[in-house]
């Protein structure tokens, strides 16, 4: 039971994940989005979080 917990929070640290969103207003857009489909702009910046 312990060792399945420890390998859960484990997995979670070692994860990446990568995301898209608008550099204007935040909003958060799918991978391969050219334009916020909020405000328009094309300022799409991509966060690696590791």
Same mark, same amino acid.
């Given at each position: $039971?312990? +060792?399945?917990? $420890?390998? &859960?929070?484990? %997995? &979670?640290?070692? &994860? &990446?994940?990568?995301?898209?969103? #608008?550099?204007? #207003?935040?909003? +958060?857009?799918?991978? !391969?989005t050219?334009?916020?489909p909020?405000c !328009? %702009?094309?300022?799409?910046?991509?966060?690696?979080? %590791?």
């Amino acid at each position: $039971m312990l +060792t399945d917990r $420890m390998d &859960r929070l484990l %997995s &979670r640290l070692t &994860r &990446r994940e990568t995301v898209y969103e #608008c550099r204007r #207003c935040g909003t +958060t857009v799918d991978d !391969g989005t050219d334009n916020c489909p909020e405000c !328009g %702009s094309d300022a799409i910046v991509q966060y690696r979080i %590791s």
